[in-house]
Every structure is written in C-alpha cells, then in structure tokens.
C-alpha cells in the first residue's frame, strides 16, 4: 500500500465518533420524515416508521424551503464580488510604473500626469465592469448547473441530522451525501481535516481512471464483475497549510498512482475541495459533527407523537358500535331479531334490555387533545409554520422579512449557514471558471467574493433602496441640479446597476466616452452658432459678384 491509509481503514477509524451522532439522527428522522435517515440495513422493501403526527414532517419541509428560498433566493444573488480599493490602487500603480507613465516620487506624493490618470481611471472602469460580468457568470453557472435541488435536500438533513456532505463533481455538478455515507473529521478551526464519502455502484459506473481496479471485482467479491455492485470511497485529507490530497478508491484496491482526482496527483488549496461536510449547529470549535434543529425539539415531538397515537386508538375504539343485549330478558328479546330486522319492522322486546356500548373517556380524551393542541402550537412556532405565504416570486421586504425570521428563530443557525455553504460554494464555482478560462481577467487578489446573507437583507436591494434615500435627500437639500454636479454619474450608475444585480458591461458609458461626447457636443455647438455669420459672409459675397464688384 506504499504507506498510507487506505479511505476504507480511514473509514474504520472514523466511526465510533460518528455513531452516536447517527444514532440521534434516525431517532429525529423517525419522527419527522423516516426516509430521510432510515434505520441501518433499510432497503426499498422496507417498511419504515409511520408518524402519528404530521408536524414534523411539515416543519421540516418548511423550514428547509424557507432557508433554500433565503440562502439561494431565485430572483436575486445571493453573492456579490467586492473590489479592495487598496489593493486596485496598488495594482494600478504597479501597472504604471510599468508603463513607465509614473515614477516612485510621483508615485508617492500621488502626483500623476494626464496619461497616469486617463489610465487609472481607465483600468478602474474596466475591472468594475469585469467584476459585474463575473457575478453573472458565476450565478448562470449555479443556476445552470441545478444546485438547488441537491441544496434542498441537503437542508433538510442539516434540519433533522444536523449533517450532511457535498461532493463537487468535475463536470461541476453537486452532489448530496447523508450521514450515514460519510464519515468526517475536524480541525480546530472549523475546517475538515478528513472527509470521506462512500458509493455503491454498479462497476459501469466508477470513473474511467479507476476502471483497471474495478476489474479485478471477481477476485474480491467472488462473482463476475457485471453482477457484483462495487463500493467507491472519495477521501480528502489535510496535508498541512491548507493543502489536502484527494483520492478515490475501490474498496479492497488501492494504489498511490490512483490519487488523482481532480487535478492530478498535485495537492489542491482549501478552495479547491471538491468535498466538505457541513454542520449545522457545532457543539464546540473543531467539533466534526453537529446538531439538528429536530433535535433541540425532539421531546416536544415525542410528547405529540404519543398523545396522537393514544387519541387516534382510542378515537377508534369510541367510534365503534356496538349493542348489548341482556341474555335474561323477560321480554323475549332476542339478538337474532334484532339483527335481521330490516328498517321500521316490529319486533318483540324491551329497549331497556338493549344499550350502546360507550367508552365514557370524554374528560380524559379533552386533556389529552388540550395538551396536544398546546405542543402543536409551540411546534408550529418553532418550525416557522404560522409565518407568511410561499411564492414563486416574492419581494426584496419579504426576503428580508424572512431571514429575520430565521435569524431569530434559529438562533444565529442561518448565518452560520451563509458561511459554511454559502462562501465555498461561491469561491468554488469561482476558481472552476477562472481555470476554464470563463472568466475575465481581473488583477489577481483585488476581487474578493461575499456573501449577501443575514439581517443586513438578502440580495442589494437594501443597498439600492439606502442610495435612492441618499439621492432623494441630497436633492431635496442641495436642490436636484446642485447635487448632480457634486455626483460622479459613471461610478452612481454602476454602483446603482450592481446593487439592482444587472450586468451593465457595454450599457454605461466609460467617463472617456463621456468627456468625447461632450466634446464633440460642444464643437458641433460652435458650429452651429457660427453657420448664420458664414452664411450671411457667403450671401454678400454672392451679391457682390452678381453686381460685378466686392463687397464693402
């Protein structure tokens, strides 16, 4: 094995810290949607738990669409690319002193000749332009990609297990592991030191470059290869300095030429991880697991369950019918009459030796649906199910609305969120794209990723709605001609354009093309101020030479 771990004795390792958290995800699962987390050994013939409330199954699905919906909202970006002003500035002065349009003295007093200038103001357009049409790209690649699906599923196990992994494919599509088909740990600072994912396949289906391995399936399950369901482990492991080796495997074969996955055999940066395994409440820093919300409710959702089992059996027995006769009755009445007798016949007897059974559990059974109805509603609240509407499209007030909702409902949960899906999740379809080429070149480290989340509000319209109340009050101050003149209007309509999420390369003119025109407006103004003097000039003229002499 030329020294190192295999993922499958990793895997081994890794598991008596990782039961106990299993354990109480298929115990919250049971009690909200069983097939989320089924019970060990499940299959799709299995009969799973049934729930005798349906609280939280509806609170999950709720919960984990409202953080979908506000985490990755549709209609609005959920990220935006941030320039670092001294770093461009750094940058640009670089690129002069390069060009040899500045030197260190000028460089340091800030004085700059025209050309200088021109060109910072230049390269300054150009890399906010850049940085739109990278937010675009970089969100059409999500949406094209379909995140979100894989994302919901994987906020309904952070919900109910508190756990869950994501797998980046090199095609760039995402891909959900549950707990039980991972195993993790964690570095003190909240970052993965070991992940590891398992897959059971079918031999076709494990990547090409594992094939040759995959071959020899006979030998270590017995059987031919086409029959015979192979299982495939993905592993990342910290090297040290934010670097990580990333392999796959096949269980039983493993060689060091196999480490190849994406790049090749070369360590990749922490940005780069195709895997990571998000916790959604840690119990303390460097925690490998953490804690669903399901759980921080789980009595409260015993205590319902139990309730509604005892209500609905013994709603079931009370609903039954059925008539007592009484064996000595003096008055013929028999059993066998009265159970063929059709409607409105006659028969002999006496009604008081017959009576309805009845429970008489009347009291009891209104204690228990008080107590029920009290837990359902503090379930209800908790899980977000007496908030308002869920739309296709919903407004920027909504979107913020509910993130304020979430924010104190969870307790800091969603931010937390932002965070640890969110901002990887961004900086890797980012770094994807610059290898591909896709996107445009921008001064390296000036452009910095981040998340548009938390009670700041969702998406730029907070941002667009503070500049609008800026320019509303500076014109109504100023007066409205005042405070256009003290207002650059280029850099107002791009920072306008990125909080509203539109790309404006090629729409907003560059404040050269600004200045030309003006120009141009002003020469074409002399022009025409000058033509009737030119034209009376060539009128005299022209009368002088019909009358033979010049004109005085």
Known sequence: MNGFLTARSLWDRLESDHTPYL???????ALTLPYLI????????????????????????????????SLFPPSVPFFSLQV?????????????????????????TGQLSQAAEQMTVKIREETKQS?????????????????????????????VGGNVATFERKDGSLRMFSLPNYRCDRRPNGRVDTVIVRETMHPGQVPEELRHVSANAPKIYGGPVEHKPVTLYTCAKHLGNDKYE????????????????????????????????????????????????????????????GLMQNILEGSANASRLLWLVNPHSQFRTRVKDLATAPNGAFRIGSAE??????????????????????????????????????AERVTAEEIRERAAQLEDTLGGTYSNLAVRLQMPMVRRIMRRLEREGRLNEMPEGVVQPKVVAGLEALGRGHELNRMRAFAAEGAQTLGPE???????????????????????????????????????????????????????????IASSDAQGGPTQ
């Open 23 to 29: 354990t109480r995800a298929r115990e919250a699962s």
């Open 38 to 69: 089924p019970p060990e050994g499940a299959s799709g013939a299995t009969r799973l738990p049934t729930p005798h409330q349906s609280i939280g199954a509806r609170g999950v699905i709720n919960v984990s669409s409202k953080l979908l919906m």
């Open 84 to 108: 670092d002003e001294g770093l461009l500035m750094k940058s640009i002065r670089e690129m002069l002193e390069n060009a040899g349009l500045v030197d260190e003295e000028q460089a340091s």
């Open 131 to 159: 940085v739109l049409s990278s937010e675009h790209r970089i969100a059409m690649e999500f949406d094209n990609k379909a995140y979100r699906s894989p994302l919901h599923a994987a906020l309904q196990h952070l919900v």
């Open 246 to 305: 990333v392999w796959q495997e096949v269980e039983g074969e493993s060689k060091a030429s196999e480490r190849l996955y994406p790049f090749g055999s070369k360590p990749i940066e922490w940005e780069d991880l195709p895997l990571d395994a998000i916790p959604m409440n840690q119990e303390d820093e460097g925690s490998a697991y953490g804690r669903g919300m399901v759980e921080a409710y789980q009595g409260d959702l015993e205590s319902l369950d």
């Open 353 to 390: 030796d017959v009576t309805a059974l009845t429970l008489d559990k009347g009291a009891d059974f209104s204690i228990a649906w008080s107590t029920a109805q009290d837990i359902k509603s503090r379930l209800e609240q908790a899980f977000l199910l007496n908030q308002p509407r869920e």
């Open 482 to 540: 005042t405070f256009a003149a003290h207002v650059n209007g280029t850099e107002w309509l791009l920072r306008v354009a990125t909080a509203a999420g539109i790309d404006a390369a090629g729409v907003i003119k560059s404040q050269e093309e600004v200045l030309q025109e003006r120009q141009q407006q002003n020469q074409q103004a002399i022009m025409e101020k000058g033509t009737p003097n030119a034209v009376s000039a060539l009128g005299k």
